[in-house]
Protein backbone atom coordinates (compact mmCIF):
# COMPACT_ATOMS: atom_id res chain seq x y z
CA UNK A 1 0.00 0.00 0.00
CA UNK A 2 1.31 3.46 -0.73
CA UNK A 3 2.29 6.38 1.76
CA UNK A 4 -0.67 8.48 2.18
CA UNK A 5 2.03 11.43 2.62
CA UNK A 6 3.16 10.70 -0.78
CA UNK A 7 -0.04 10.56 -2.14
CA UNK A 8 -1.64 13.55 -0.59
CA UNK A 9 -0.62 16.86 0.23
CA UNK A 10 -3.44 18.33 2.11
CA UNK A 11 -4.98 17.29 5.24
CA UNK A 12 -8.30 17.75 4.48
CA UNK A 13 -7.75 15.14 1.38
CA UNK A 14 -6.06 12.49 4.06
CA UNK A 15 -9.04 13.13 5.93
CA UNK A 16 -11.11 12.53 3.19
CA UNK A 17 -9.57 9.29 1.96
CA UNK A 18 -9.61 7.75 5.57
CA UNK A 19 -13.38 8.48 4.90
CA UNK A 20 -13.88 6.76 1.84
CA UNK A 21 -11.43 3.84 3.21
CA UNK A 22 -13.60 3.49 6.09
CA UNK A 23 -17.06 3.94 4.42
CA UNK A 24 -15.45 0.82 2.13
CA UNK A 25 -14.26 -1.49 4.63
CA UNK A 26 -17.64 -0.79 6.62
CA UNK A 27 -19.87 -1.54 3.84
CA UNK A 28 -17.96 -4.26 2.13
CA UNK A 29 -18.93 -5.99 6.01
CA UNK A 30 -22.73 -4.78 5.32
CA UNK A 31 -22.68 -6.03 2.04
CA UNK A 32 -24.38 -2.60 1.14
CA UNK A 33 -23.31 0.85 -0.49
CA UNK A 34 -20.97 3.73 0.54
CA UNK A 35 -22.36 7.45 0.84
CA UNK A 36 -19.34 9.77 0.28
CA UNK A 37 -19.55 13.45 1.15
CA UNK A 38 -16.34 15.47 -0.27
CA UNK A 39 -16.14 18.46 1.79
CA UNK A 40 -14.63 20.39 -0.82
CA UNK A 41 -16.92 19.83 -3.67
CA UNK A 42 -20.20 20.45 -1.31
CA UNK A 43 -22.33 17.75 -2.87
CA UNK A 44 -23.15 14.08 -1.95
CA UNK A 45 -21.85 11.27 -4.01
CA UNK A 46 -23.18 7.68 -3.64
CA UNK A 47 -20.82 4.77 -4.63
CA UNK A 48 -21.60 1.31 -5.13
CA UNK A 49 -19.27 -1.50 -4.07
CA UNK A 50 -18.84 -2.04 -7.88
CA UNK A 51 -17.95 1.71 -8.31
CA UNK A 52 -15.44 1.28 -5.15
CA UNK A 53 -14.05 -1.68 -6.27
CA UNK A 54 -13.50 -0.05 -9.60
CA UNK A 55 -11.72 2.72 -8.50
CA UNK A 56 -9.35 0.41 -6.49
CA UNK A 57 -8.46 -1.24 -9.46
CA UNK A 58 -8.09 1.54 -11.63
CA UNK A 59 -5.77 3.29 -8.87
CA UNK A 60 -3.40 0.44 -8.32
CA UNK A 61 -3.06 -0.48 -12.14
CA UNK A 62 -2.45 2.99 -12.71
CA UNK A 63 -0.83 5.02 -10.00
CA UNK A 64 -3.44 7.73 -10.89
CA UNK A 65 -5.67 9.12 -7.82
CA UNK A 66 -9.88 8.52 -8.71
CA UNK A 67 -12.18 11.29 -7.80
CA UNK A 68 -15.23 9.70 -9.12
CA UNK A 69 -16.43 6.17 -10.94
CA UNK A 70 -19.90 6.01 -12.76
CA UNK A 71 -21.07 3.02 -13.88
CA UNK A 72 -23.59 3.30 -17.06
CA UNK A 73 -24.68 -0.36 -17.78
CA UNK A 74 -26.81 1.20 -20.23
CA UNK A 75 -24.18 2.51 -22.38
CA UNK A 76 -21.56 -0.73 -21.03
CA UNK A 77 -19.40 2.25 -20.10
CA UNK A 78 -17.46 3.32 -16.91
CA UNK A 79 -16.47 6.83 -16.51
CA UNK A 80 -13.38 7.63 -13.68
CA UNK A 81 -12.71 11.71 -12.96
CA UNK A 82 -9.28 11.53 -12.14
CA UNK A 83 -7.24 14.10 -10.19
CA UNK A 84 -5.71 17.16 -11.94
CA UNK A 85 -2.78 15.64 -14.18
CA UNK A 86 -3.62 11.97 -13.99
CA UNK A 87 -5.15 11.63 -17.12
CA UNK A 88 -1.80 10.72 -18.95
CA UNK A 89 -1.30 7.99 -16.18
CA UNK A 90 -4.39 6.51 -16.78
CA UNK A 91 -3.88 6.65 -20.69
CA UNK A 92 -0.36 5.50 -20.29
CA UNK A 93 2.29 5.34 -23.30
CA UNK A 94 1.03 4.85 -26.82
CA UNK A 95 -2.83 3.96 -25.02
CA UNK A 96 -1.19 0.72 -23.27
CA UNK A 97 -2.93 1.60 -19.93
CA UNK A 98 -6.05 2.47 -20.95
CA UNK A 99 -6.34 -0.57 -23.31
CA UNK A 100 -5.20 -2.62 -20.15
CA UNK A 101 -8.48 -1.35 -18.01
CA UNK A 102 -10.63 -1.68 -21.24
CA UNK A 103 -9.63 -5.49 -21.48
CA UNK A 104 -10.03 -6.01 -17.44
CA UNK A 105 -13.32 -4.31 -17.00
CA UNK A 106 -14.81 -5.36 -20.34
CA UNK A 107 -16.38 -2.20 -21.31
CA UNK A 108 -15.82 1.21 -22.60
CA UNK A 109 -13.49 3.36 -20.13
CA UNK A 110 -13.53 7.27 -20.31
CA UNK A 111 -11.45 9.41 -18.44
CA UNK A 112 -12.31 12.96 -17.59
CA UNK A 113 -10.09 15.29 -15.07
CA UNK A 114 -11.31 16.84 -12.31
CA UNK A 115 -11.22 20.70 -11.86
CA UNK A 116 -12.57 22.51 -8.59
CA UNK A 117 -13.10 25.31 -11.09
CA UNK A 118 -16.72 24.96 -12.88
CA UNK A 119 -16.11 26.26 -16.35
CA UNK A 120 -12.66 24.11 -16.38
CA UNK A 121 -14.16 21.16 -15.52
CA UNK A 122 -17.17 21.88 -17.85
CA UNK A 123 -14.43 22.04 -20.92
CA UNK A 124 -12.91 19.32 -19.50
CA UNK A 125 -15.87 16.82 -19.94
CA UNK A 126 -16.16 17.49 -23.45
CA UNK A 127 -13.04 16.22 -24.05
CA UNK A 128 -11.10 15.90 -26.88
CA UNK A 129 -13.14 19.22 -28.25
CA UNK A 130 -11.74 22.06 -26.90
CA UNK A 131 -14.05 25.10 -26.32
CA UNK A 132 -13.63 28.58 -27.12
CA UNK A 133 -15.00 30.02 -23.93
CA UNK A 134 -17.25 28.62 -21.03
CA UNK A 135 -20.25 31.04 -19.14
CA UNK A 136 -21.97 30.19 -15.95
CA UNK A 137 -25.27 31.65 -15.34
CA UNK A 138 -27.28 32.07 -12.50
CA UNK A 139 -31.10 33.07 -12.90
CA UNK A 140 -33.76 32.68 -9.71
CA UNK A 141 -31.26 30.79 -7.85
CA UNK A 142 -30.98 27.74 -10.93
CA UNK A 143 -27.09 27.51 -12.43
CA UNK A 144 -26.56 26.90 -15.95
CA UNK A 145 -23.70 26.64 -18.00
CA UNK A 146 -23.21 27.62 -21.64
CA UNK A 147 -20.10 26.20 -23.98
CA UNK A 148 -19.10 27.79 -26.98
CA UNK A 149 -17.72 25.60 -29.08
CA UNK A 150 -15.97 26.19 -32.59
CA UNK A 151 -18.22 24.88 -35.75
CA UNK A 152 -15.51 22.15 -36.79
CA UNK A 153 -15.61 21.03 -33.30
CA UNK A 154 -19.33 20.72 -32.99
CA UNK A 155 -19.75 17.12 -34.04
CA UNK A 156 -17.02 15.80 -31.11
CA UNK A 157 -18.83 17.79 -28.38
CA UNK A 158 -22.27 16.61 -29.17
CA UNK A 159 -20.70 13.26 -29.98
CA UNK A 160 -22.38 9.70 -31.02
CA UNK A 161 -25.96 10.09 -30.50
CA UNK A 162 -24.75 12.97 -27.98
CA UNK A 163 -23.03 10.81 -25.57
CA UNK A 164 -20.68 12.90 -25.11
CA UNK A 165 -22.98 16.01 -23.88
CA UNK A 166 -25.04 13.62 -22.16
CA UNK A 167 -21.84 12.83 -19.87
CA UNK A 168 -20.86 16.81 -19.27
CA UNK A 169 -24.39 16.89 -17.77
CA UNK A 170 -24.25 14.03 -15.87
CA UNK A 171 -20.71 15.18 -14.54
CA UNK A 172 -22.03 18.82 -13.90
CA UNK A 173 -24.76 17.75 -12.11
CA UNK A 174 -23.58 15.26 -10.01
CA UNK A 175 -20.18 17.62 -8.88
CA UNK A 176 -21.00 20.88 -8.92
CA UNK A 177 -25.48 20.57 -8.90
CA UNK A 178 -25.90 22.01 -12.35
CA UNK A 179 -28.97 21.11 -14.03
CA UNK A 180 -28.34 22.83 -17.15
CA UNK A 181 -26.04 22.56 -19.82
CA UNK A 182 -26.39 23.95 -22.80
CA UNK A 183 -24.23 24.36 -26.41
CA UNK A 184 -23.86 26.87 -28.67
CA UNK A 185 -21.70 27.57 -32.13
CA UNK A 186 -19.22 30.58 -32.43
CA UNK A 187 -20.70 32.93 -35.01
Not at 32 to 57: C, D, G, H, N, P
Not at 63 to 72: K, P, R, S, Y
Not at 156 to 173: D, E, P, Q, T, V
Amino acid sequence: MRENSRLYSKDSIKKDVRYILNSYLQAVNRDSEVFVEKKYIMTVIRLSQEEIRSIAILESLTGALAVDCIWNEDEKKIIFIVRQNDKGKVIGRRGTTIRMLRERFRKQVEIVEYSEKIDVFASNTLAPAKPASVEILEESGVKSVVITIFPNERGIAIGKNGSNISRSRLLMKRHFGIKKVLLQTVN
